[in-house]
């Protein structure tokens, strides 16, 4: 879709989306529990992002019970056994849907085809095949790419993961050893990047009553032979969408308008919470309380940000760089790469059509701030939705109308992002479909 997006200022309430990681996380945990008695868990405050979708077809497929509302779920779980009525397992353009379902597919013996699309296909699976390699597990693909053949079933014991890669594959295996049946030890090779991910992971599986032992991220003990357990749980507002509209905030060029996000969570684990120690070092002046947020427009000025435990909010901070007074450099962005799209890349180009000076150095994207976008130009979002609604802000900067294609990538993780962008006063016009 292809969409005009005139300049506008962004003003008034949001309420910000669910959080797309605690949603696949409780989604997944209450699948796997025992459905004795058709006991069910009941999930709150859910969005069906094609992401979190996509997640709850294939737990259905493997046998939970889900009756689907239209913000919540309830699920009578399989009680720990995947048994999938159909070997074929569609993850569409989900990296979480993925890394974290291939272990959990194969505790017990199975044959699963893991499809994907976009640039999913492409997107690293190897600290999944050196277990296979390891335990003999069978698995077939064309040049590392999907789809993957997988047939086997895991056994407990040792397993090794580096940490910086991606810390989805971790997530992965502790859902899956505590099924198994016998005790497992995971060990986490060099530096664990995107650690606030395994917080979640061990906040919704303790509330499921699955038990590990963290020795300090460092190697994780898990008991096997345990239980999921059903729950209730309603999900908090998402640390990676709030970035958006704080940005929006605090770049606004009228300076009476302000922003009040509400549904975030103040004390929240999400490690994207960290946009707000980061803007506030910029200068950003943001009123916090326990569950909402108000930004005010505001001067900003460049910084370093280290990005490797917070890769999502990386192309938004990109746009806010770009318009704070002097340098801004997002450092450790490796894994950026590796995302929808290779986020360095595709951020840095699309900015910089817009007006914007940003450059890629290594795994870095060093900007040098300008007073404002020119606009006038048609971007794309490289079928990428962090870069579809990071555009959408910057456009509200621009002198000129943009046009940017790819737009309907957003629902990947926020299907009604233009419905809220033009509440808040954005204006847009559909070009093509
Ligand atoms: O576990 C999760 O919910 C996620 C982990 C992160 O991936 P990496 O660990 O690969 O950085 C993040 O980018 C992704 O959007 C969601
Ligand atoms: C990288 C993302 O998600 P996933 O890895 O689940 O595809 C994202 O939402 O930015």
């Keep these: 879709m292809k969409i005009k997006i005139k300049p506008s200022t962004l003003n008034g309430t949001i309420e910000i989306p669910p959080s797309k990681s605690y949603s696949h996380r409780a989604v997944i945990a209450a699948a796997l529990a025992e459905g004795k008695d058709n006991r069910k868990s009941k999930i709150d405050n859910l969005k069906f992002s094609v992401d979190i979708t996509t997640t709850t077809d294939i737990m259905e497929n493997w046998g939970a019970k889900i009756n689907r509302e239209e913000s919540s779920l309830e699920i009578v779980g399989n009680s720990e056994k995947?048994?999938?009525?159909?070997?074929?397992?569609?993850?569409?353009?989900?990296?979480?849907?993925?890394?974290f379902l291939i272990p959990i597919g194969i505790t017990n013996e199975n044959e699963l085809i893991f499809d994907g699309k976009g640039k999913l296909v492409d997107r690293p699976l190897d600290s999944y095949y050196r277990i296979f390699d390891e335990q003999e597990i069978f698995y077939k693909n064309e040049n590392g790419k999907l789809p993957l053949e997988v047939k086997g079933k895991l056994k407990p014991g040792n397993y090794e993961i580096d940490g910086n890669i991606s810390s989805q594959f971790i997530t992965g295996l502790l859902y899956a050893l505590p099924l198994l049946d016998g005790d497992s030890?995971?060990?986490?090779?060099?530096?664990?990047?995107?650690?606030?991910?395994?917080?979640?992971?061990?906040?919704?599986?303790?509330?499921?009553?699955?038990?590990?032992?963290?020795?300090?991220?460092?190697?994780?003990?898990?008991?096997?032979?345990?239980?999921?357990?059903?729950?209730d749980y309603t999900v908090e507002g998402d640390y990676s969408q709030v970035a958006f509209w704080i940005v929006a905030g605090i770049i606004s060029a009228n300076r009476d308008n302000e922003i009040k996000c509400?549904?975030?969570?103040?004390?929240?684990?999400?490690?994207?919470?960290?946009?707000?120690?980061?803007?506030?070092?910029?200068?950003?002046?943001?009123?916090?309380?326990?569950?909402?947020?108000?930004?005010?427009?505001?001067?900003?000025?460049?910084t370093v940000i280290d990005i490797s435990q917070c890769p999502d909010i990386a192309p938004i901070l990109t746009v806010l760089g770009a318009l704070s007074e002097g340098e801004t450099r997002i450092i450790n962005g490796e894994r950026l790469r590796i995302k929808e799209s290779d986020r360095i890349t595709s951020i840095k180009t699309e900015l910089n059509k817009l007006g914007a000076n940003v450059a890629e150095e290594g795994d870095s994207l060093i900007i040098q701030g300008v007073e404002g976008f020119r606009g006038g130009v048609t971007v794309n979002a490289w079928n990428d939705h962090r870069i579809a609604m990071s555009l959408a802000i910057a456009s509200t900067r621009c002198e000129k109308e943009i046009i940017l294609e790819e737009a309907e990538s957003v629902r990947k993780s926020y299907p009604h992002f233009w419905d809220d962008f033009v509440r808040m006063g954005g204006e847009i016009e559909a070009i093509e479909k």
């Design 82 to 99: 995947v048994v999938p009525k159909d070997k074929y397992v569609q993850c569409n353009e989900s990296g979480s849907t993925i890394r």
């Design 185 to 231: 030890k995971l060990i986490i090779n060099k530096n664990l990047e995107s650690k606030g991910y395994i917080d979640l992971t061990l906040e919704i599986l303790k509330l499921a009553g699955i038990e590990i032992m963290n020795n300090d991220y460092k190697s994780f003990d898990i008991r096997g032979n345990q239980i999921y357990k059903p729950f």
């Design 262 to 302: 509400l549904h975030v969570n103040k004390n929240s684990l999400q490690g994207d919470r960290e946009i707000i120690e980061i803007v506030e070092r910029m200068g950003a002046k943001l009123e916090i309380f326990y569950d909402y947020l108000i930004v005010k427009p505001s001067k900003t000025k460049g």
